[in-house]
């Protein structure tokens, strides 16, 4: 496992795990905070599409280890001279100033960092990976975004939402559990049971070649205390169900005794199941402590593991080679999804599945 950022605020946490060591495709995390205000995202360089490699230094870096790099480093330096300059106002009209540059200034910063690093770069001709690449669809500098801003104002807190692909922010609360906040970008939208057992298509991300979309999100006056995550589908991909990725991080949390530990716990725990590169952000708001933290959320974690881990997890070990065991098993999987939906959808657009956009 790679070594983490553990930014100083005892609530604030991010890692970065690769498969390959000092090869891997997410960029580190980005945190920080200005005033009562912040910012924090998540970068998947995309390496089917990005598989290109390039010249860097005295490395040979893939394109989507190039991206996901440029593009995390031109969000924190964008976002700390937007939060400076609205001067630590979180009024109501903060996150439609945030949503003002991201209408006019976002798409443009993305795109220049990107094609002026691809026009520095220095291809590397491999005819091996260029066979492979013929038949996909390739981007120059390919990643994922999903990023959020965040306001407080007394006990209120405003987000907002930045994304393009398929990582993912989430609200993560004592009483609603988690709940996924953004749209994964998919030529076919599914749900996100779905997502983990079928095939998808991503139809949007960062590239160089400047034909994405920024998609933009805000809620407004949740009530603190809360929790909010930023991940890379290396977190969530490989688990048995949405409902898992929350258990991962109660089980983690009730094994913690701080900030520190819970990152490690959580890092131990994706890693058991994981095939893919896996980052994530997590950010406390409104707890006075960490023992706050782990109390409120206990409760939680015996609900979450009763109705919607123990029966999964059951029928999968009970899921032999007959089509009827594994029947029973997807049987099972849907029916504790279709409860474990109604609160993790809240957010979400309403999917008709198998409609395309």
């Known amino acids: ?46 390496g089917g599409a990005g598989a290109a490699t390039y010249a860097v230094g005295e490395q ?5 280890y190039v991206a996901s790099r440029e593009s995390a480093q031109t969000f924190e330096q964008v976002s700390r001279w937007i939060l400076r300059a609205l001067a630590g106002n979180v009024g109501a009209s903060f996150l439609d100033d945030i949503d003002g540059y991201q ?17 520095r770069l220095v291809p590397q001709r491999d005819e091996a990976t260029q066979g492979k690449l013929q038949s996909r ?51 076919h939208p599914t749900d996100a049971l779905r997502s983990l ?47 898992h990725l929350e258990h991962v991080l109660l089980v983690s949390l009730q094994n913690a005794k701080d900030m520190e530990s819970w990152r490690d716990e959580i890092r131990g725990l994706i890693a058991k199941d994981r095939g893919d590169d896996a980052s994530m952000a997590i950010v406390g708001l409104g707890w006075k402590d960490f023992s706050a933290v782990r109390t409120s ?36 999987r849907l029916k504790t999804w279709d409860e474990y939906k109604l609160g993790y959808n809240k957010y979400l657009r309403d999917v008709e599945i198998g409609v395309p956009r």
Request: charged share 25%.
């Open 197 to 243: 057992v079928e095939d998808t298509v991503m139809s949007n991300c960062l590239n160089a070649d400047g034909d994405f979309q920024l998609n933009w999100k805000h809620i407004l006056r949740l009530e603190s205390p809360l929790i909010l995550v930023a991940a890379t589908d290396g977190c969530f991909q490989y688990l048995l169900s949405p409902a």
């Open 60 to 64: 040979i870096r893939s394109g989507a």
């Open 1 to 46: 496992m790679s070594e983490s950022r553990l930014i100083p605020n005892p609530l604030q946490l991010t890692f970065n795990d690769p498969v390959r060591e000092d090869n891997g495709e997410d960029a580190d995390p980005v945190v920080f905070t200005f005033g009562s205000a912040g910012a924090m995202g998540v970068f998947d360089g995309l």
């Open 103 to 119: 209408k006019c200034f976002w798409k443009w910063q993305f795109s220049r960092r990107l094609t002026d690093e691809a026009q």
């Open 297 to 332: 959320f206990a409760s939680r974690l015996d609900l979450v593991k009763s109705k919607f881990i123990d029966p999964v997890d059951q029928a999968r070990q009970n899921e032999n080679s007959t089509d009827q065991e594994q029947a029973d098993f997807q049987e099972v």
């Open 137 to 187: 669809m390739i981007r120059t500098l390919p990643t994922t975004i999903a990023a959020m801003f965040y306001g407080q104002d007394g006990n209120a807190v405003d987000i907002g939402c930045l994304w393009a692909g398929d990582s993912r922010c989430y609200l993560f609360t004592p009483d609603n559990g988690l709940q996924q906040l953004t749209d994964d970008d998919q030529k």
